[in-house]
């Protein structure tokens, strides 16, 4: 059974090259669909700005982390931006690691 704690995990390997923080703590992934029959997982994220340079990075390395997770076959990405992301989406642990108090 492919679960969303394994593709988490696998998805917190992703750093984004500019912030040097995993694509989960960095708050950017919204949501996973995942399609037990189809073997299929959809990530629903954002990036950082609608510009970013590097999002051709992110649809190379998440596949390729997703489908780490025994069992998954094929990967998608639904690039959204509403909601935006802003820094409130970081993670309290990544926060406390970087000495940012909120």
């Known amino acids: 059974m492919i679960s969303e704690e394994a593709i988490l995990n696998e998805l917190k390997e992703v750093i984004d090259p500019e912030l040097h923080i995993n694509i989960v703590d960095l708050g ?31 649809r190379e390395l998440i596949p390729e982390a997703v489908k780490k997770v025994e069992g998954v076959r094929d990967v998608t990405i639904n690039l959204v931006w509403d909601p935006p992301w802003d820094p409130e989406r970081i993670s309290e642990d990544q926060l406390e690691e970087l000495g940012i108090i909120r």
């Not at 949501?31 to 340079?53: F, N, R, W, Y």
């Open 28 to 58: 950017l992934i919204y949501g996973l669909k995942i399609d037990q029959a189809e073997k299929s997982v959809e990530v629903t994220m954002t990036l950082t700005t609608p510009g970013c340079p590097l999002s051709y990075v992110f």
